[in-house]
């Protein structure tokens, strides 16, 4: 059964969906499987969570909320390809470019980074705070950009296959996994009217929580099934990728995502200022020991 919640997010987030029609069709309907093959809707919801937390009432959230889901499932997209992890399943369902092509596959990434922006943009017609979306807009180019994810990817490329260190990792996956998290809560606050240290409180929430959620999938992806997670697991042994369990082990690795947990909890309450935050901390302690 699909969690209410994350229905009610998917309905927000379809809205913005191109429609499936002229000669480009077969490109819109490749972004479109992507995006609609489900997953948890996770930078959505932190991102919503967060600017309702610090007061924000508009529906300007609501074109960010969609295009950070649009440039995380560009990232997954073209993380399938041969080139890249040359995966067949991605949330239970056969990936992108095993569907359209591996051509295909590469311009429905290329499709749904460039109509991000497009969306984001709709923001400003929808506040009476253009700066705001002007300040938030930059900081979804730099999280997605060489000095957030992109530039992540290419170091994780790069090393592939190669000794890593821990400072190394580390680096990696602030990048690739922490930094469109870091962009979901600091688009919240800014869109809010938060003040630059709440921002920044709101960036280091969203490091935490994507260290986390890294290394607690370094761990599923050796101990889960492939029916629980949606996609192959040992991928990153087979791509010969250095991970938290491979460097720590299991056990030292979980540990670690309790340490982040706690520190993201920490984090939230400094941040809430004694508002009612009880949704992002059953989202933050439920990341713990999710399963997929």
Same mark, same amino acid.
């Given at each position: 059964?699909?969690?209410?919640?994350?229905?009610?997010? &998917?309905?927000?987030?379809?809205?913005?969906?191109?429609?499936?029609?002229?000669?480009?069709?077969?490109?819109?309907?490749?972004?479109?499987?992507?995006?609609?093959?489900?997953?948890?809707?996770?930078?959505?919801?932190?991102? &919503?969570?967060?600017?309702?937390?610090?007061?924000?009432?508009?529906?300007?959230?609501?074109?960010?909320?969609?295009?950070?889901?649009?440039?995380?499932?560009?990232?997954?997209v073209h993380d399938d390809l041969p080139a890249m992890d040359?995966?067949?399943?991605?949330?239970?369902?056969?990936?992108?470019?095993?569907?359209?092509?591996?051509?295909?596959?590469?311009?429905?990434?290329?499709?749904?980074?460039?109509?991000?922006? &497009?969306?984001?943009?709709?923001?400003?017609?929808?506040?009476?705070?253009?700066?705001?979306?002007?300040?938030?807009?930059?900081?979804?180019?730099?999280?997605?950009?060489?000095?957030?994810?992109?530039?992540?990817?290419?170091?994780?490329?790069?090393?592939?296959?190669?000794?890593?260190?821990?400072?190394?990792?580390?680096?990696?996956?602030?990048?690739?996994?922490?930094?469109?998290?870091?962009?979901?809560?600091?688009?919240?606050?800014?869109?809010?009217?938060?003040?630059?240290?709440?921002?920044?409180?709101?960036?280091?929430?969203?490091?935490?929580?994507?260290?986390?959620?890294?290394?607690?999938?370094?761990?599923?992806?050796?101990?889960?099934?492939?029916?629980?997670?949606?996609?192959?697991?040992?991928s990153d042994e087979k791509n010969q990728k250095t991970t938290?369990?491979?460097?720590?082990?299991?056990?030292?690795?979980?540990?670690?995502?309790?340490?982040?947990?706690?520190?993201?909890?920490?984090?939230?309450?400094?941040?809430?200022?004694?508002?009612?935050? &009880?949704?992002?901390?059953?989202?933050?302690?439920?990341?713990?020991?999710?399963?997929?």
């Amino acid at each position: 059964m699909t969690d209410p919640e994350i229905l009610r997010i &998917e309905s927000i987030l379809e809205k913005y969906l191109p429609a499936e029609e002229g000669f480009q069709k077969k490109l819109i309907e490749a972004m479109n499987y992507s995006f609609l093959a489900g997953g948890k809707r996770l930078r959505p919801r932190l991102m &919503e969570e967060m600017y309702r937390l610090l007061g924000g009432e508009e529906a300007c959230v609501e074109p960010f909320m969609a295009a950070l889901e649009m440039i995380h499932t560009y990232s997954l997209v073209h993380d399938d390809l041969p080139a890249m992890d040359n995966d067949l399943l991605r949330r239970g369902k056969p990936t992108t470019w095993s569907v359209y092509g591996e051509d295909f596959g590469i311009l429905a990434g290329d499709g749904l980074l460039t109509f991000a922006f &497009e969306t984001a943009a709709g923001s400003f017609d929808l506040t009476a705070f253009p700066d705001r979306a002007g300040r938030a807009l930059s900081v979804l180019a730099n999280k997605a950009g060489i000095y957030g994810m992109a530039g992540g990817q290419a170091v994780d490329v790069e090393l592939t296959g190669r000794p890593v260190s821990a400072r190394q990792l580390d680096f990696i996956y602030r990048l690739k996994t922490g930094a469109l998290i870091e962009a979901a809560l600091m688009i919240g606050a800014i869109l809010a009217g938060a003040d630059d240290e709440l921002c920044r409180k709101a960036q280091q929430l969203g490091l935490a929580v994507g260290l986390a959620f890294q290394v607690r999938d370094d761990i599923l992806d050796v101990t889960s099934t492939e029916e629980e997670l949606g996609k192959p697991i040992g991928s990153d042994e087979k791509n010969q990728k250095t991970t938290y369990v491979t460097l720590y082990g299991i056990e030292a690795a979980q540990k670690k995502v309790h340490v982040l947990t706690q520190e993201a909890q920490q984090l939230l309450t400094e941040l809430a200022g004694g508002r009612h935050a &009880e949704v992002l901390e059953g989202m933050i302690r439920s990341l713990e020991f999710r399963k997929y």
